[in-house]
């Protein structure tokens, strides 16, 4: 059964940082690319950051320069490091394959202030 539980989100002020991370199971971690993506109030649920299995990374430009994704293929974790946040980032934030495939998980808010 497929598992996938994000975590680290949180309330923060715009210019500050959050380290988001999301742990899998049931799927064969160390073989598929990953990607978070992000889903405000009203808006579509889009990518914000992929990674390969060969950690090979590709981001919005949205995000480019501020998101950094990587993974720990031992742990079955992705993480996504987030600097100089801005109230636009503001979401539920959720790690699915890339494509998405299967169930989501419940994802982590992350609330910016201005």
């Known amino acids: 059964q497929v598992q996938l539980v994000e975590s680290g989100g949180g309330l923060v002020q715009a210019g500050g940082s959050l380290r988001l991370s999301c742990a899998a199971s049931?799927?064969?971690?160390?073989?598929?690319?990953m990607a978070w993506y992000r889903q405000a109030p009203g808006n579509e649920r889009d990518v914000v950051a992929q990674?390969?299995?060969?950690?090979?990374?590709n981001y919005p430009d949205t995000v480019q320069g501020r998101f950094t994704i990587s993974r720990d293929n031992t742990k079955k974790t992705v993480y996504l490091q987030m600097n100089s946040l801005k109230p636009e980032d503001t979401a539920v934030y959720y790690c699915?394959?890339?494509?998405?495939?299967?169930?989501w998980g419940k994802g982590t808010l992350v609330t910016v202030s201005a």
């Open positions: 699915n394959r890339y494509p998405p495939l299967g169930q």
């Open positions: 990674i390969t299995a060969i950690h090979t990374t």
């Open positions: 049931g799927i064969p971690f160390n073989l598929v690319p």
